[in-house]
Each structure stands twice: as C-alpha cells, then as structure tokens.
C-alpha cells in the first residue's frame, strides 16, 4: 500500500522542489516572480499563484516558505466534522452516487471505496446506474466479484433510477451500511446530466426519504486545469460532495488540488495513489503540503 507522501513524489520531486530551492535563498522581486511561476506551472491557475505570492511577500513574520506554505493551506475548502458518507439512520444505508467523466477511474474508484468500507467492517453494495453503457455495466460486475461485495444492475440502456430503486430495496432488506452508485458517465449536456441526477435523487427521496445522498465526482489528476472545467460543471449539476482524485502519483502537477478547492468549495476526499484496492488514502490538506515541502 502506498501513503500519501510516497504517492506525490512526483509533485514534491518537481514543482515542490523547485519551490523548496527559491525559498531557501534570498528572495528578489525576479525569485518571487519564479515561485509564482511554479505555482502557474503546478496548475494552481494564473490568479490562485498571484494570490498567493502577494499574500506571502506581504508577511513578515515567518520565514517565506512557511507564508507560502500557509497560503496554499488556506485555499482548501472547509472540512466538516461529519461522518462520511452520512448514514441516514439505523437499518438504512448511506448512499454514495460516483460521477465522473469516462476514462477518469471511476469504476476502479468504486471498487476501491468498496474495498475500502468492507475491510473496515462495513456491508456494502453496488448499483450499476451507468446504463448507457454496456461495459460500464460489464466491468463494475468483474470488480464486484474481485471485492466480493453484491451488485445490482439491470439491460444496457435501462433506467438508471430503477436501478437505484432495487439496489435501495436490497440494501434495506440485506442490512447494508453503504449503497455505492456507478452514475454519470457522460456529460452530452448539463441539461441531460442534471435531468438525470435528479430523477435518481427523487427516487432515493421516495425510497429512503431520510437519505442525504453523497455525490463523489471522480477526477483524473493529470488533466489540469481542463479537470477543473470538467469538476465545474459537474458541480454545477449535481451538487457536489466530495471529490476523488484518480493518478495524484502520475503527475508532477498536484498544484490541481488547490484550484478545485478553492474554485468549488468542495474538499477532496480521497486521493487515488496507485492500481491496488488499497491504493485509495484519505486525503488530508496538511499531510499533502507538509508531503511536498519535504526534502
């Protein structure tokens, strides 16, 4: 299993280190210009880096490598002291609903929170609301069997909302703790996206009136600021709770995770660090900027 600070080598070998060397020198208006540079490079975004340089050369009372440190610290969304994912009551399942754009890691993503709830105890099922797709379906079943947790799915190209309902019927009668759902695959249009969501979301509401569904949006670290774009939207559909960041150990550019925090106001979750099941950590904002500036 891989921790989180062996999972952004790449990031701290590349714009980690080069922040570590122009902050440990003396810092000239042409230095300062470089450290925002970095952060532009990192893709934390042209105005995100400006914010932060401006806030640190403004500070005098640290060394500058802990102003910029503390900048980047407070771009991160607030954290609430809640259980996640938020279990409605006692005999009904949390719900997580998994969004993302295809090819992000969804699918292995919700084999790895399956993995992840049923090794800490936890009776979980799947529901394959990815209708639209018939490998969607296909390959969330081979991850089932392989986390040897249950799945509910119905035809290609069926209700992703009946599906819901029957994993909802099934989880309620199996005593299941968490109902994870495959949903979303595509955008097409917001509209579309939005539509559909919210046919699911009434179908918790009439299944479970008391859930408070989670809504995860699964993002691939290594598009950048594009990822960004894509988050947005999503969020702007579906009303995001939670993001999990797919590949953070493929990229030397983790200065994305700031940018979607602090452009959506939504925490990122997990952070997905390699291909086992375990490989899905808990991603914790000091850990990750203590992680970078490490030499």
Known sequence: MTDLAAGVARSRAGFGARLRGLLGGGLDDAAWEEVEETLIGADLG????????????ARRDVPPELAVRYGLLRLFATREPLPWPRKPGPGLPAVVLVV???????????????????????????????TFRAAAIDQLAIWARR?????????????????????????VARGTDVVIADTAGRLHTRNTLMEELAKIRR???????????EVLFVLDATTGQNGLAQASAFHESAGLTGIALTKLDSTARGGIVFAIERALGVPVLFVGVGEGLPDLLDFSPDSFVEALFES
């Not at 986390?147 to 989880?171: E, F, G, K, R």
């Open 46 to 57: 042209a105005q995100l880096a400006t914010d932060v340089v401006r806030a640190a050369r």
């Open 147 to 171: 986390v040897d947790v249950p799945l509910i799915a119905h035809a290609a190209n069926a209700d992703p909302s009946a599906v819901l309902y029957d994993a909802l019927d099934a989880a």
């Open 100 to 130: 993302g754009v295809n090819g992000s890691g969804k699918t292995t993503t919700i084999a790895k929170l399956a993995y992840r709830f049923k090794s800490r105890g936890a009776r979980v099922l799947l529901a394959a609301g990815d």
């Open 203 to 213: 179908t918790i509401a009439k299944r479970i009136p008391e859930a408070q569904p």
